[in-house]
T-cell receptor, first 112, second 114 residues
Framework: QKEVEQDPGPLSVPEGAIVSLNCTYS??????FMWYRQYSRKGPELLMY????GNKEDGRFTAQVDKSSKYISLFIRDSQPSDSATYLC????????????FGRGTQLTVWP | AAGVIQSPRHLIKEKRETATLKCYPI?????VYWYQQGPGQDPQFLIS???????DKGSIPDRFSAQQFSDYHSELNMSSLELGDSALYFC?????????????FGPGTRLTVT
């Protein structure tokens, strides 16, 4: 069983919709939670990271972490066709050095 | 803004051949991570280096070796290539004094083994 589970989708929404992407995890040692966006045949692009439980907002993106439920979410408001990509959640235990543990990624399509 | 540079971007090799992938981190980044991403899969950690020393090792085959040089660039050497080694290989770098939650990925090297 993977340490990080993510529904691969695909998810298809109309432009302007609110998108909700989610991951669950099993390792309680995870402290930092990241969201990456990956366009086809490109490298993952770091969108935002969150430490421990709570919310973090950056423009149209909001990340939420619920450590008690081992559940994280990324919300995209006013979604745009340019948001069409695969979104990967990633987690890490410590802060200094360490490998990322990724979810499988959710493929999102925003249609005009 | 400067990004992680990887070369080559595409590489085609035959079974049992050798390949060398290179990674040039963002300036003032001293930690490098290597990940392998198979088709439709999430990136899997291979190995990492901090200040030219190996800092962590993941599911990297013994046929693979890597190092980080004095200018912080890193090379992944892959020998006796197998069909299953065909994948996207990403390098990520981390800023000096930064946290592992700030890993910035390069565009990847697509390796095809025939």
């Amino acid at each position: 069983q993977k340490e990080v589970e993510q529904d691969p989708g695909p998810l298809s929404v109309p432009e302007g919709a609110i998108v909700s992407l989610n991951c669950t995890y099993s390792n309680s040692a995870f402290q930092y939670f990241m969201w990456y966006r990956q366009y086809s045949r490109k490298g993952p692009e770091l969108l935002m990271y969150t430490y421990s439980s709570g919310n973090k907002e950056d423009g149209r993106f909001t990340a939420q972490v619920d450590k008690s439920s081992k559940y994280i979410s990324l919300f995209i408001r006013d979604s745009q066709p340019s948001d069409s990509a695969t979104y990967l959640c990633a987690m890490i235990g410590g802060s200094t050095l360490g490998r990322l543990y990724f979810g499988r990624g959710t493929q999102l399509t925003v249609w005009p | 803004a400067a990004g992680v540079i990887q070369s080559p971007r595409h590489l085609i090799k035959e079974k049992r051949e050798t390949a060398t992938l290179k990674c040039y981190p963002i300036p003032r980044h001293d930690t490098v991570y290597w990940y392998q991403q198979g088709p439709g899969q999430d990136p899997q950690f291979l190995i990492s280096f901090y200040e030219k020393m190996q800092s962590d090792k993941g599911s990297i085959p013994d046929r693979f070796s890597a190092q980080q040089f004095s200018d912080y660039h890193s090379e992944l050497n892959m020998s006796s290539l197998e069909l299953g080694d065909s994948a996207l290989y990403f390098c990520a770098s981390q800023p000096m004094g930064g946290g592992a939650y700030e890993q910035y990925f390069g565009p990847g090297t697509r390796l095809t083994v025939t």
